[in-house]
């Protein structure tokens, strides 16, 4: 679980950009939206869309985006349990 | 043209950077080789003061250089009233317009880089920057050698649809792929062909049968005119590559 | 001061080839969306939206293998024989010289672009016309336009951007007829890019409906053909005002309360010296997203205060076109104008309370319908209105 934590840590850094952010400075039970990451609603799509395309999951209902994103734990959670 | 006055312009390309006040400056030693491999990506937004690096970071290509070749006015847009700003019109010109993140997001199509997937996405990057509510145009032209985007700005000032108006002209390519596009003669050669004639500082096109300069490369200019007469438009020490400058 | 007339226009999209299929379409209120199996990515979708028939395409090609496999140059060339017919005889006094042309698109013939990173064959004709600045120059070479030649790209807007451009010819004295065209694609490309954002409806849009949850995408082409008015002896439609703007608010969302897209319809009325009660009738953006009609009524209401003139959204019969759209929308409006009815939601269920209750479910037969208002919004936050008028005997 802590090495695809980890992992995660590096897709979200590369695909929204984040210079200047390090992996250790991602705390894995914080929220990842609405924190200090500046993250915003086209992030949100943009993770959906690397699940899919990096992982084979494929997102339709928004209150199972909400749930998996509500930390990189859970996230991580989310994944190992359903990808393909 | 003769009833423009350019309040402000600059210049952002393979040869250096700068505005009518400052000249071209050269850029620095380490940007230099990413410039030579083609390459502005690599351009830290921190040379040029950028005011929201999040957002700048968020930008493709062809929005940076837009972006900071607007910066580069150095014109203080924020300080100007409401009333100004809601009648400061945006025009940019190009010809391979969104063409090189047109080819990222074909390969790779991302949510993040779909909104950049158009010419005329800078236009709102701008104006989302300076508050700016103008009159808007976004043109594709196989000769933009800002004449068209100029003469557009005139047009609009002589009929009083706008006070100011923020001219621009964009190319923005350094993807390298084996997708050929044709050079402005219509005629094709590779992407990677291309780039080396712009880097060699506008040599003639090495493609078979085709003698027209390569303009293909990254560069961007931008020049604020405004409605007053004209007294000269060929203020600064920049060596540029077109005619804009030459009244 | 030029006025400029609307000469002739002709179409090509879901609803079929031609403005009178189109009409067709207005008149039963009827919806050309359809439903497909596509592949987006990686996974297979249902996808509901406005293709252009098949047999249309093969019928194109047929007759002009040239461009075969350059659905955008087919479409749009379509499209413009059918308004240079509806023209007649207007054109043959005007050189060549004389008339400009004016390309609107968002993405070309974008398609080609999918199929060379998929490392499938593609002709050169239909590579070059990736590029929308040799799209334009090849139209415009094929319809002899020797005058001025443009081409707009500025996302949903570009159809009236294109045709502000082509009545600013005619104004400046450059050109005394200006052939407008516009023309996209429903591709990979783009229909992954919004699938992405999750924009689209997968049963198919439902402008200004309580429960709409997204737009459907359209392809095709329109064309229009503008003139110096004095080319024409019979009252004509006349262009007469244009605007545009930005919202300086979000890359891919309005603002909120519409004041950008006011600011445009403002300027659009100032320049046809209109007051907002002379409009008979709105035909809006209405894509059917959630953000999109709610921001659109409330830029309505800016405008118009109690008294919002009768609107209605056409998407639900092709859907959103893209950078086409303007042409499409407007031809469509001149077409109301001539036979004085009011166009009406197709798809529409149940009227979202946020909408204006002048939303038009149906058509309706008016008694005179002369002053038409067309309104467009685009990625980027860009907004533009056109006026139309048509002249009284």
New interface residues.
């Given amino acids: 679980m802590e090495s695809l934590i980890e992992e995660l840590k590096t897709k979200i850094i590369a695909g929204f950009n984040l210079e200047g952010v390090t992996p250790a400075d991602i705390n894995p039970d914080e929220p990842i939206f609405g924190t200090g990451l500046e993250l915003d609603s086209i992030d949100a799509l943009e993770l959906v869309a690397i699940l899919e395309s990096d992982y084979g999951i494929v997102i339709t209902e928004r209150a199972v985006a909400d749930k998996a994103f509500a930390s990189l734990r859970a996230l991580a959670e989310f994944v190992a349990a359903n990808r393909t | 043209m003769k009833d423009l006055t350019i309040h402000a312009a600059s210049y952002l390309g393979p040869e250096g950077f700068g505005n009518d006040e400052t000249g071209l400056r050269a850029w620095p030693a380490p940007l230099k080789e990413n410039l030579s491999r083609g390459e502005l990506d690599g351009l830290h937004w921190s040379l040029l003061s950028a005011s929201d690096?999040?957002r700048f970071?968020?930008m493709d290509l062809m929005c940076r250089i837009g972006f900071m070749a607007t910066e580069l006015l150095a014109v203080d847009f924020d300080a100007l009233p409401e009333a100004r700003r809601?009648s400061l019109g945006?025009i940019v010109e190009s010809?391979?317009?969104s063409?090189n993140t047109?080819?990222r997001?074909?390969?790779?199509?991302?949510?993040?880089i779909?909104?950049y997937?158009?010419?005329?996405?800078v236009?709102?990057?701008i104006?989302?920057r300076?508050?700016?509510?103008?009159?808007?145009?976004?043109?594709?032209?196989?000769d933009t050698d800002g004449a068209?985007a100029l003469t557009e700005a005139a047009?609009w000032l002589r009929a009083g649809?706008a006070e100011m108006v923020l001219c621009l002209g964009i190319e923005a390519i350094n993807v390298s792929t084996a997708?050929?596009?044709?050079c402005r003669k219509?005629s094709?050669h590779t992407a990677g062909t291309a780039r080396r004639c712009c880097w060699d500082g506008l040599k003639i096109c090495p493609a078979k049968n085709c003698s027209s300069p390569a303009r293909l490369g990254t560069f961007a200019e931008s020049c604020v005119p405004c409605r007053n007469t004209l007294a000269k438009t060929n203020r600064g020490k920049l060596r540029l590559h077109n005619t804009l400058w030459n009244p | 001061m030029n006025k400029i007339a609307i000469a002739g226009c002709g179409v090509v999209t879901a609803a079929g080839l031609g403005m009178e299929a189109l009409q067709r379409a207005v008149f039963s209120n009827a919806s050309a969306l359809q439903r497909r199996e596509l592949l987006i990515g990686k996974t297979s979708q249902s996808v509901v939206a406005g293709f252009v028939a098949d047999e249309i395409t093969a019928q194109l090609r047929g007759a002009d293998a040239a461009h075969a496999d350059s659905r955008a140059f087919l479409f749009a060339a379509a499209a413009l024989r059918e308004a240079v017919k509806n023209a007649a005889t207007i054109l043959d006094s005007v050189p060549a010289t004389r008339r400009g042309f004016v390309l609107s698109t968002t993405k070309a013939n974008i398609e080609a672009l999918d199929k060379l990173v998929r490392q499938q064959p593609v002709s050169a004709v239909a590579q070059r016309q990736i590029q929308p600045a040799f799209l334009a120059a090849d139209l415009a070479a094929v319809f002899d336009c020797r005058g001025p030649v443009q081409c707009v790209s500025a996302a949903c807007i570009s159809g009236l951007s294109a045709l502000q451009q082509g009545a600013a010819f005619i104004q400046r004295g450059i050109a005394d007829v200006v052939f407008v065209a516009g023309v996209d694609l429903i591709s990979q490309f783009v229909l992954s890019g919004f699938n992405s954002l999750k924009s689209l409806d997968p049963e198919g849009c439902r402008p200004f409906d309580k429960s709409r949850i997204g737009l459907s995408l359209g392809e095709g082409a329109a064309a229009i053909i503008l003139v110096k008015r004095e080319l024409l002896a019979a009252p004509a439609i006349l262009l007469s005002g244009c605007g545009t703007s930005n919202d300086a608010n979000h890359l891919t969302g309005p603002s909120r309360d519409g004041s950008g897209l006011a600011l445009a319809i403002q300027r659009a009325l100032a320049q046809a010296r209109i007051a907002p009660d002379n409009i008979g009738y709105v035909n809006a953006h209405g894509t059917g997203t959630p953000y999109n009609d709610a921001m659109e009524s409330l830029a309505l209401r800016s405008v118009f205060g109690d008294r919002v003139p009768p609107f209605s959204s056409s998407k639900g019969i092709f859907g959103h076109t893209l950078g086409m759209a303007g042409v499409l929308e407007t031809a469509l409006c001149v077409a109301a104008q001539q036979n004085n009815l009011l166009p009406g939601t197709p798809r529409l269920r149940e009227r979202d309370p946020v909408a204006p209750d002048s939303l038009l479910v149906e058509p309706r037969a008016v008694a005179n319908l002369n002053y038409i208002l067309k309104i467009n919004c685009g990625f980027g936050g860009t907004n533009a209105a056109l006026v139309l008028q048509r002249e009284l005997p």
């Fill in positions: 690096p999040s970071l968020r809601e945006v010809f391979t317009g063409l047109d080819i997001f074909a390969q790779t199509p991302r949510p993040s779909f909104a997937t158009l010419p005329s996405t236009i709102g990057e104006c989302i300076h508050r700016l509510k103008g009159p808007v145009l976004s043109l594709i032209a196989p068209n047009e649809d997708i050929p596009f044709p219509l094709r």
